[in-house]
């Protein structure tokens, strides 16, 4: 079993950034993918961007071109950079492990408001 903590959430700006991570308590090198993913008041819980054990990415469409999803196995960490965030982008951001998702981390929450 892995244990996962977000962190880097908090209160930004419309047109800021922010950079997420997640520490993994075990080699996140045993999971296929790890990945983010996001749940706003109200909504679903949706899939933002995942990385594979390869590098590959793949980002939802309202994420691409202003989030990076990157891993360094070394530290077992996943991070999320956000730019250009929106305040659309406002929920509370998920690390999970696995492809399909076998584990969560508790959240960190994000708000983008002026």
């Known amino acids: 079993q892995v244990q996962l903590v977000e962190s880097g959430g908090g209160l930004v700006q419309p047109g800021g950034s922010l950079r997420l991570s997640c520490a993994a308590s075990g080699s996140i090198f045993n999971f296929a993918a790890m990945g983010w993913s996001r749940q706003a008041p109200g909504k679903q819980r949706e899939l933002v961007a995942i990385?594979?054990?390869?590098?590959?990415?793949n980002y939802t469409d309202s994420a691409k071109g202003r989030f990076t999803i990157s891993r360094d196995d070394g530290k077992n960490t996943v991070y999320l950079q956000m730019n250009s965030l929106k305040p659309e982008d406002t929920a509370v951001y998920y690390c999970?492990?696995?492809?399909?998702?076998?584990?969560w981390g508790q959240g960190t929450p994000v708000i983008v408001s002026s």
């Open positions: 999970n492990a696995g492809s399909p998702p076998i584990y």
């Open positions: 990385i594979t054990i390869r590098g590959i990415t």
